[in-house]
């Protein structure tokens, strides 16, 4: 068992991270969760006129099941995105 790599267990130290790259993939992470925000209240929206006047079987299953799908898939995107800014928040503290 190789016991050289970096690992939080064992108490080594993390490798290093280039501050301005990871300045550049957080920006960059930030903006998609932005964009991501942004799409899904406006999908939201549209849903919800679309709701006024669009009727039946399809209807009933585009507003019972996909709707909430696509809100909670983005929702969990989103989520994993802003965990992925925090880590690189948390690589690039102090230095």
Do not use: C, H
Not at 72 to 95: H, M, P, Y
């Amino acid at each position: 068992m190789n016991t050289s790599t970096s690992d939080a267990s064992t108490g080594s130290k993390p490798p290093p991270v280039d501050p301005a790259l990871a300045g550049d993939v957080k920006k960059a992470l930030q903006a998609l969760i932005a964009k991501l925000q942004s799409q899904m209240s406006t999908r939201v929206s549209r849903a919800q006129t679309m709701q006024q006047t669009w009727t039946g079987p399809y209807a009933d299953q585009f507003f019972g099941t996909e709707v909430p799908r696509m809100k909670k898939q983005t929702t969990d995107l989103i989520a994993q995105l802003q965990s992925w800014v925090t880590t690189i928040e948390g690589a690039t503290n102090g230095r």
